[in-house]
C-alpha cells in the first residue's frame, strides 16, 4: 500500500458513517444474563487462532497472548445500588463477567497511531492488523482504551515441542517476534465464507448463520450472537436494535427495557460489539 | 417394532452373542489396529459436506480443504460429542456436534483443549519394561510377551482398576475380566458425586435422574457446580441459557466456597460447611409449618430454627426468604452436589435435599425419571473413592498380586493417608494402559502407550444422557500421531488379551470391526437407523456410514415409569466442637479447566485465568478477608496449611466468595510426574485429606478436612503481577465505577423481555 493509498483508506474508512455504502459490517452481541464465565470461548479461540501458552514466568510480565478474556468484577458500577454488592461479608449477588476482545472500533483509536498503517480499517468494518508490515512500535496497544492488542515479546511459535504444532490452524498465520496482534473476528472464517457465496456468484452478502466465530460456535449458553449489522434479518441487527443500540453514536438512548450498550461508548470509538446488561433477580 | 418384541430379540443373551461370545474366528494380538475394512463409497467432491470414518487418511486429504469427522469427547465423563475439523489429515479443531442432544454443538474449555492432550509432547509413544527398578523403552513384542505372561491366564488375585468407564470398553474389559476369572474390577474417578448417585438411587430409584433445569422456576443448588464441573456442564450450560431467558429463573447457590455456578447466582449464600443438611431440614420444617404451603409434609419435622441459624451461619432471616420463594415459586429443583456431600454425613445432606424436593412436589416435574436401559452393560460407571479403597486395601493386604490401571490416575488422586505409594509397591506386576507419564503409569513394571481419544475407535455412554439410550459412536479422526505401531488401542489390546482366553473373540482382528459387528447387531433396537444413502450401497454400508456421520446411535428404551420416591430417613450428627488446633475447613475445589488434576498437561488449562480469582498456573489459597485480615495475610503472602494427614506450602489470595471459618485450595496441580506442563507446578491438596468417610457408602468425606495456616514468607518487596509463585491475570476487584458490566433486575428483564 502506497502512503497516498493508505491515506486515502484512512480517511475514507474513517468517516462518520463510511458503512453506509458497504454491505458487509461485522458485529456482535454479548447477553451478559446468559454468560457464565466459563471461558470455553477463550479456550475455542486460542485452539482456532494459533494462540500460544506463554507459560508462568511470562504471565507473570504480563505478556499472556489469548486475545479474549473474561473480566470478572465484583461489584456494579454507580448507579446500581439494588445490584452492587450489598451490607455484606460476601458478594451475595455473584461476580460480574465480561468477555473482552477487540470492539473492532470504527473509529478506532489504534489505528491512526500505527506509523506504518499495519493497523487499518477495513470495509467490513473489521480492525485489522497486517502483521508483516508491523513494525512493533506498539502505539496501538497503548490507545487502546480496552487492552485487547496482545505483543509478541518472543518467538513462541518457534518453541513449540512436537508434535504440539501439529494443532496449527493453517488458514492463519502464526505470528513472529516483534509484531502485535488481537482479535480478527476470526477473520480466516469470514473470509471463507464470502468465498464460498462468491463461487455461487454472490457477492457483498453472507447468510446470517452461514458463518460462525470460534468463540460464538463454543459458548454452552448461546451468549454471543455474531453476523452482520448491514443485513436487517440477521439476528445480532435485530439484537442491536431490540436492544436499542445504534451504530454512529457515542451515547445511546435506551428505551425502557432496553439492555444494550457499548463499553466506554462516551469515547466515541463506535465498537461493533454491543454486550447487554446483565440481570439478577433482586427479590432473591 | 412393539417393545415387548425388541425386548425379546435382544435379551441380555443375544446380545452378548452379537458380541461374538458364541463364534469363533482367529486373530492375533495386536494386529491390524485402528484399520479397518469399509469402503470409502463417498464422492471426494462432496465430501466437505459429509461427516465420515477417517479410514484412511491419505485418501481423504484434500489440500486446502477441511473433513469433519464425528466423534466423542472423552475429556471428562460427559462425553460431549464433537466434530473434528482436520486438514491435510491432522485435527486441528474440536467443536460440538449441532445434532447431540448431550451438548448441543457445544463444547467446555476442556473439551477445546483437546488438541493439546492429543499433541502432548509428553505422551508416551513406545512401551516401556522396568528393568533393575527403571522403566525403560521396550519393543511392542517384548510388551507383548510380558503383558501375555501375566494376563493372558487365570488370575483371581488380578486387580483392575479403570477412570469412568461406559459403552464396548466397559463390555470388553468385564468380559476380560470373567474369563481371567478376576472379581477384582474398580471403577475410580473423582469427581462424579457418588454419594449423591447412591442417594439418588435409594430415594427415586434412579441413580442418575433427569433434570429439567428450564421448567424450573427456582433452581436453589447447595454446592453443585453444575456449570463448572458437575456431571455434565455443558448439557446443564445449555440448559442454563433457556432457563435465563424470560420468563427468567433464579438461581440461588449456597455453599461455602463459591464456584463457577455459585458466581452467576442470584442469591450467594455462604454456608458453614457440613451443615448443609441442617439448613435443608430448617427449611422443610419452615415450609411445613407455613400456611401458604399445601403439600404433604413428612411426619416430625421440628427443627429449632435459632439452633439451626447458629449452626449453619444462614439467618432466620433468609431462611424465611429462602421458604417464601420455595412455596411461592413453584416448581423449583434443589440439587445436591459435591461440596455438600464431601462429609461423614454426606448421604443425610443428599437425602435432607431429597425430601424438599419430595415436599414441594418436584419430582415427576424437574426430576424426572428415566427408561430401564435396554443394555446395562453399555451404561456409564461413574465409580467413586470406594472403589479406590477396595482396590489399595486389596493390594496393601495381598489379597491381590497383579494391578492394571486404565484411565485413572490413584497415585496423584489418593490421600497421603492411604498409602497408595507403598500398597501399589506391593504387587508383583503393575501395568498401565496410558497415554501421559503421570504418577501411577511412572509407578509400573509394564506401560502399553494407548492412542488418545481422537485416534481410536470407541463408544460410550454418557453420564448424563438427555436423552435415553444415546449411544456415542468415537471414531479414530487421524492416523496415529507417531505413526502406526506405535500407540494401540485400548480396545485392541483387550480383544487380543479377551480372545487368549476366550476363543469366541477371535472373530475379529481389530476392535473397530468388533464394534461395527455388534453395533449391527444392536440395529434392530436403535432409533432410525441410517440407511443405504446412495446407488450401489447396501444397507449395511448405509448403516455403518450412517452412525459414523451421526456420531451417535438411540437405542430403543422401554417408556420410562414415573419415579416412586421413598421418603428418607435424615439422621444429621451433632457437629464435632472445634479442636482449636485445626480451625479452618480445607475446600479442596474443583474447577473447570484443570479438573482433578488431568488436565494439567494443556499449557492453555493452565494458562486459562481460574474464572473467580484470575490466577494462571499454579496453586493458590482463597481466605475470606476478614479472616486474612485476623491472620494478618495479604494476597502474595506464603503460608504452610496443615492437617492431621500433611501439609502445603502456598500462596494467599484473598477472595470474597469464600465463608470466613473455610479456606479452598483447587485440585489440579502438585504433580511430581505428568510431563513438562504439569511437573512441579503448585500443590496437591488431595495429598492432605484426612481419613473420613461417609458413613453409609464408604465414599471418601473430602470436604471434612480441617486444617491450620501458618504464615511463613511475605509477599515479595517488588509488588508486580506475579508475586513469587502467584500469576494473577487481573488484580482488579473493582470496575471502579466505570460501566463495563451493567445489570438490572429480572423483574425489569422480564417484563420487557416478555415471555422469552
Ligand atoms: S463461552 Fe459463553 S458463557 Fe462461557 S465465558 Fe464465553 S461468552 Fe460466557
Ligand atoms: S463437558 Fe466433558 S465431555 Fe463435554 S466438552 Fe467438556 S470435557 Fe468434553
Same mark, same amino acid.
Given at each position: 500500500? &502506497? ?7 484512512? &480517511? ?48 507473570? &510480565?504480563g505478556h499472556t497472548m489469548s486475545w479474549m478474556r473474561i473480566e470478572r468484577y465484583w461489584d456494579s458500577p454507580e448507579g446500581e445500588p439494588d445490584l452492587a454488592v450489598e451490607e455484606s461479608e460476601y458478594p451475595e449477588r455473584g461476580a460480574h463477567f465480561a468477555p473482552m476482545m477487540c470492539q473492532q472500533c470504527n473509529h478506532a483509536p489504534c489505528e491512526p497511531v500505527c506509523p506504518v498503517a499495519a493497523t487499518y480499517h477495513n470495509p467490513d468494518g473489521l480492525n485489522a492488523q497486517v502483521y508483516n508490515r508491523c513494525i512493533g512500535s506498539r502505539y496501538c496497544g497503548t490507545n487502546c482504551p480496552f487492552k485487547v492488542r496482545y505483543f509478541n515479546f518472543f518467538d513462541y511459535q518457534e518453541d513449540i515441542p512436537h508434535p504440539m504444532e501439529m494443532l496449527l490452524n493453517p488458514d492463519l498465520t502464526v505470528r513472529s517476534k516483534g509484531v502485535m496482534e488481537k482479535c480478527t473476528f476470526c477473520v480466516q472464517r469470514l473470509r471463507n465464507a464470502k468465498g464460498d457465496q462468491a463461487d455461487k456468484g454472490i457477492r457483498g452478502h453472507v447468510e446470517d448463520g452461514a458463518v460462525q466465530t470460534a468463540c460464538q460456535q463454543s459458548c454452552p449458553t448461546d451468549a454471543i450472537v455474531f ?6 434479518? &440477521? ?50 | ?157 488380578? %486387580? ?74 455443558? =448439557?446443564?450450560?445449555? =440448559?442454563? #441459557? ?34 448443609? #443438611? ?304 485445626? %480451625? ?90 505428568? #510431563? ?27 470436604? %471434612? ?52
Open positions: 500500500m &502506497s502512503l497516498s493509498r493508505m491515506l486515502e483508506n484512512w &480517511s475514507r474508512l474513517n468517516q462518520k458513517d463510511y458503512y453506509k455504502d458497504e454491505p458487509i459490517m461485522w458485529g456482535m452481541s454479548i447477553d451478559l444474563n446468559k454468560c457464565t464465565g466459563c471461558a470455553s470461548c477463550v479456550t475455542a479461540c486460542n485452539a482456532e487462532n494459533n494462540i500460544p501458552a506463554v507459560g508462568k514466568e511470562k504471565c507473570g &510480565s453476523g452482520n449489522l448491514k443485513d436487517g434479518e &440477521s439476528k445480532v441487527s435485530h439484537a442491536w436494535e431490540s436492544h436499542g443500540v445504534e451504530l454512529n453514536r457515542h451515547e445511546q438512548f435506551n428505551a425502557e427495557g432496553e439492555r444494550g450498550y457499548r463499553v466506554f461508548e462516551e469515547l466515541n470509538v463506535e465498537p461493533s460489539v454491543m454486550y447487554l446488561d446483565r440481570v439478577r433477580d433482586t427479590n432473591a | 417394532m412393539s417393545q415387548k418384541n425388541l425386548n425379546d430379540e435382544l435379551s441380555r443373551r443375544t446380545f452378548l452373542k452379537a458380541m461374538g461370545l458364541t463364534s469363533a474366528g482367529s486373530a492375533l494380538l495386536l494386529t491390524g489396529c485402528g484399520d479397518t475394512d469399509i469402503v470409502n463409497q463417498v464422492d471426494l467432491e462432496v465430501r466437505k459436506e459429509l461427516v465420515l470414518p477417517a479410514v484412511d487418511p491419505e485418501d481423504f486429504v484434500r489440500p486446502g480443504r477441511e473433513v469433519h469427522y464425528a466423534s466423542t469427547c472423552r475429556q471428562c465423563p460427559a462425553n460431549c460429542n464433537i466434530h473434528a475439523k482436520t486438514r491435510e489429515g491432522r485435527v486441528i479443531k474440536i467443536e460440538g456436534n449441532p445434532a447431540s442432544s448431550t451438548n448441543l454443538g457445544k463444547l467446555c474449555a476442556m473439551g477445546q483443549a483437546g488438541l493439546q492432550g492429543h499433541y502432548n509432547p509428553d505422551r508416551i509413544n513406545k512401551p516401556m519394561i522396568r528393568k533393575g527398578g527403571k522403566l525403560v523403552e521396550a519393543t511392542w513384542a517384548e510388551a507383548e510377551t510380558l503383558l501375555k505372561k501375566h494376563l493372558g491366564k487365570k488370575n483371581a488375585k488380578l %486387580a483392575w482398576l479403570s477412570g469412568a468407564i461406559s459403552g464396548h470398553q466397559a463390555v470388553i474389559t468385564k468380559a476380560y475380566m470373567d474369563a481371567a476369572g478376576s472379581k477384582n474390577s474398580f471403577v475410580f474417578d473423582t469427581l462424579p458425586p457418588a454419594v449423591g448417585l447412591a442417594a439418588n438411587e435409594k430415594v427415586l430409584g434412579h441413580a442418575m435422574p433427569k433434570y429439567d433445569f428450564d421448567k424450573a422456576k427456582l433452581i436453589v443448588s447447595f454446592g453443585a457446580d453444575f456449570l463448572g464441573t458437575w456431571i455434565s456442564p455443558v =448439557q446443564f450450560g445449555t =440448559q442454563y #441459557g433457556q432457563f435465563r431467558n424470560a420468563p427468567r429463573g433464579t438461581l440461588v447457590q449456597i455453599e461455602s466456597k463459591m464456584t463457577l455456578t455459585g458466581s452467576n447466582a442470584d442469591r450467594w449464600i455462604a454456608i458453614k460447611p457440613g451443615t448443609e #443438611g441442617h439448613l435443608a431440614l430448617a427449611l422443610a420444617s419452615l415450609i411445613a409449618a407455613d400456611s401458604s404451603f399445601k403439600g404433604k409434609t413428612p411426619a416430625n419435622l421440628n427443627v429449632d430454627i435459632k439452633e439451626a441459624s447458629a449452626i449453619t451461619g444462614v439467618s432466620i432471616e433468609r431462611m424465611h426468604k429462602l421458604r417464601d420463594m420455595l412455596i411461592s415459586q413453584s416448581p423449583s429443583l434443589v440439587l445436591s452436589g459435591n461440596s455438600a456431600e464431601g462429609f461423614v454425613h454426606g448421604t443425610e445432606t443428599a437425602n435432607a435435599i431429597h425430601l424438599l424436593n419430595m415436599m414441594l412436589g418436584n419430582i415427576g416435574e424437574t426430576i424426572l425419571p428415566r427408561a430401564k436401559p435396554t443394555f446395562p452393560e453399555l451404561q456409564p460407571q461413574l465409580g467413586g473413592w470406594a472403589d479406590l479403597k477396595a482396590f489399595i486395601d486389596g493390594l496393601a493386604d495381598g489379597s491381590f498380586d497383579t494391578a492394571v490401571v486404565y484411565g485413572s490416575n490413584p497415585l496423584y488422586q489418593a490421600p497421603s493417608f492411604m498409602k497408595a505409594e507403598e500398597a501399589f509397591a506391593k504387587a508383583k506386576m503393575r501395568i498401565a494402559f496410558s497415554t501421559y507419564p503421570d504418577e501411577t503409569t511412572m509407578a509400573c513394571d509394564l506401560v502399553l502407550p494407548v492412542h488418545s481419544y481422537l485416534e481410536e475407535w470407541n463408544t460410550s455412554m454418557p453420564a448424563y444422557a438427555a436423552e435415553d439410550g444415546h449411544l456415542n459412536i468415537h471414531q479414530p479422526v487421524m492416523n496415529p500421531v507417531f505413526g502406526k505401531g506405535s500407540t494401540y488401542s485400548y480396545g485392541d489390546i483387550m480383544l487380543g488379551l479377551v480372545s487368549e482366553l476366550d476363543a469366541t473373540f477371535k472373530n475379529w482382528d481389530n476392535y473397530g470391526a468388533y464394534i461395527r459387528d455388534s453395533l449391527a447387531t444392536m440395529k434392530p433396537a436403535l432409533v432410525n437407523p441410517p440407511k443405504a444413502t446412495t446407488a450401489g450401497q447396501t444397507d449395511e454400508e448405509g448403516f455403518q456410514q450412517g452412525i459414523l456421520a451421526s456420531g451417535f446411535v438411540t437405542i430403543k428404551e422401554a417408556a420410562a415409569s414415573p419415579i416412586k420416591a421413598k421418603v428418607p430417613a435424615v439422621r444429621l450428627p451433632k457437629l464435632a466442637e472445634d479442636d482449636g488446633k485445626y %480451625a479452618y475447613h480445607l475446600v479442596p475445589s474443583a474447577r473447570m479447566g484443570l479438573y482433578d488434576g488431568r488436565h494439567a498437561n494443556s499449557p492453555w488449562l493452565q494458562e486459562l485465568p481460574d474464572q473467580l480469582t484470575s490466577v494462571m498456573w499454579g496453586s493458590w489459597v482463597e481466605i475470606h478477608p476478614n479472616t486474612a485480615k485476623k491472620l494478618g495475610l495479604i494476597t502474595g503472602d506464603k503460608v504452610k496449611v496443615s492437617s492431621a494427614a500433611g501439609s502445603l506450602e502456598v500462596d494467599v489470595v484473598v477472595f470474597p466468595g469464600i465463608q470466613e471459618d473455610s479456606i479452598a485450595i483447587p485440585l489440579g496441580n502438585g504433580h511430581t510426574e505428568y #510431563g513438562r506442563y504439569a511437573k512441579g507446578v503448585g500443590v496437591n491438596p488431595f495429598k492432605i485429606l484426612t481419613p473420613q468417610f461417609d458413613e453409609e457408602t464408604g465414599e471418601l468425606a473430602t470436604h %471434612a478436612t480441617k486444617v491450620s495456616i501458618t504464615k511463613i514468607a511475605n509477599r515479595g518487596e517488588v509488588v508486580t503481577r506475579a508475586h513469587g509463585d502467584l500469576v494473577l491475570a487481573s488484580e482488579a476487584m473493582s470496575q471502579k465505577g466505570r460501566e463495563i458490566v451493567k445489570s438490572v433486575s429480572a423483574e425489569d428483564f422480564n417484563h420487557n423481555e416478555g415471555e422469552g
